[in-house]
């Protein structure tokens, strides 16, 4: 069993559309990144959290500590959102699998 | 524009050479980096923590003489894959902390990777 959950793993939305991808984790944290990595492999850190919620743009990430649970949003997703989000919790490093999004014009 | 940079991008490397991967922060002193491995189709695997002016510490499986590390100043790491192999191809990718904040809220930066191919 994966340390951290994602799902789903893969995701095909048209755009406009709201979004959701969640992660779950078993081990103990101080913060949980959400990281997005594009079809070249480079990585931008979206956001780190360690509880409530952050809002940056069209994106929102939410975070329940108490039920190790993690939930990302775009809301009005747009092709460019396609894109691999993975889930990372920092203390050990431990990676999700990612949740590969194709937001269709 | 990117904080941390990764060099090269690419290389292709004949099987029983050593590849060298730069990491440089650019605008801040990581005291700490790290180093990720990643396969196709696959999600990001830590393979060490690069520690400036100490040894790095090495993942569970992931062999220090075969990958060696060495970050001598605030602002560079670099990881060399020694006698490389076709099976030691695949997606290198490094991070920094910036230590702004504190520990817990340092936020950390990506390379953008490197894809090393052994024939």
């Known amino acids: 069993k994966n340390e951290v959950e994602q799902s789903p793993q893969n995701l095909t939305a048209q755009e406009g559309e709201f979004i959701t991808i969640n992660c779950s984790y078993s081990?103990?944290?101080?913060?949980l990144h959400w990281l997005q990595q594009h079809p070249g492999g480079g990585i931008v850190s979206l956001f780190m959290?360690?509880?409530g919620k952050k809002k940056h743009g069209r994106l929102i990430a939410t975070i329940n500590i108490q039920e190790k649970h993690s939930s990302l949003h775009i809301t009005a997703s747009h092709p460019r959102d396609s894109a691999v989000y993975i889930c990372?919790?920092?203390?050990?490093?431990?990676f999700g699998t990612g949740t590969s999004l194709t937001v269709i014009p | 524009g990117a904080v941390v940079s990764q060099h090269p991008s690419w290389v292709i490397c004949k099987s029983g050479t050593s590849v060298k991967i730069e990491c440089r922060s650019l605008?801040?002193?990581?005291?700490?980096m790290f180093w990720y491995r990643q396969f196709p189709k696959q999600s990001l695997m830590l393979m060490a923590t690069?520690?400036?002016?100490?040894?790095?510490?090495?993942e569970q499986g992931v062999e220090k003489d075969k990958f060696l590390i060495n970050h001598a100043s605030l602002t560079l790491s670099t990881l060399t894959v020694t006698s490389a192999h076709p099976e030691d191809s695949s997606f290198y990718i490094c991070?920094?902390?910036?230590?702004?904040?504190?520990?817990?809220?340092?936020?950390?930066?990506f390379g953008n990777g490197t894809r090393l191919t052994v024939t």
């Open positions: 991070s920094a902390r910036d230590p702004t904040g504190s520990r817990a809220n340092s936020p950390l930066h």
């Open positions: 081990v103990g944290i101080s913060a």
């Open positions: 959290l360690s509880s």
């Open positions: 990372a919790v920092r203390d050990q490093f431990y």
């Open positions: 605008d801040f002193q990581a005291t700490t």
């Open positions: 690069s520690n400036e002016g100490s040894k790095a510490t090495y």
